[in-house]
């Protein structure tokens, strides 16, 4: 059964992860035409596109991606939903319904949250990688203009040693700690 949970929590984690990516990057007003922009795109398309109509004009129109927001919110609670099922079937527990329903929510949040400081380090390690191996990567463009707004305040406080710029490591230490705050 642990397989079931490592693939249920693997599969969401990409869409989530997408979703949340997606809403950054039309924030960070990235191009989706380049690489990762189609990747998410094609990912999310299928949740966001109905989620952005059903969204006030107001919403629809702001400056925050609402709809790939709400594509992450609606992917993890859909998480939280089928993860109580399955831990349910597995062992059955003598709680109320109402607070299995409690549990869902809560779930959707705590889940929400890992992914969004595991798709920070991920996108934070592509960058440095790319930035020691393949500097002038036009991907590496698109990482810097996705990345640079994060690792700008760290930038203020850590200082370079040696040209040698720490920040990227300054933060992936503290999303670390924020994980294991999480639990």
């Known amino acids: 059964?642990?397989?079931?949970?490592?693939?249920?929590?693997?599969?969401?984690f990409f869409l989530v992860a997408a979703a949340l990516l997606r809403a950054w990057m039309n924030h960070q007003r990235v191009h989706m035409s380049a690489q990762p922009g189609?990747?998410?795109?094609?990912?999310?398309?299928?949740l966001v596109a109905?989620?952005?109509r059903v969204l006030p004009?107001?919403?629809?129109?702001?400056?925050?991606?609402?709809g790939s927001l709400m594509a992450a919110l609606l992917l993890a609670m859909a998480y939280g939903g089928i993860w109580m099922m399955l831990a349910m079937a597995l062992s059955p527990v003598s709680a109320s319904p109402a607070a299995l329903v409690l549990a869902i929510p809560v779930m959707a949040v705590k889940f929400?949250?890992?992914?969004?400081?595991?798709?920070?380090?991920?996108?934070l390690l592509a960058y440095a990688v790319l930035s020691?191996?393949?500097?002038?990567?036009?991907v590496l463009a698109t990482l810097d203009r996705l990345c640079a707004p994060i690792l700008r305040p760290v930038r203020r406080i850590v200082?370079?040693?040696?040209?040698v710029d720490l920040s990227v490591l300054v933060l992936v230490i503290l999303l670390q700690v924020g994980?294991?705050?999480?639990?």
């Open 179 to 183: 994980l294991m705050l999480l639990g």
């Open 57 to 66: 004009r107001s919403l629809a129109q702001s400056r925050v991606d609402w």
């Open 50 to 52: 109905p989620v952005r």
């Open 132 to 138: 020691w191996v393949q500097p002038h990567s036009p």
């Open 159 to 163: 200082p370079m040693v040696g040209g």
């Open 112 to 123: 929400l949250l890992r992914t969004l400081l595991q798709g920070l380090m991920v996108l």
């Open 1 to 12: 059964m642990r397989i079931v949970f490592f693939l249920l929590d693997t599969l969401f």
């Open 38 to 46: 189609r990747l998410v795109i094609a990912v999310t398309n299928w």
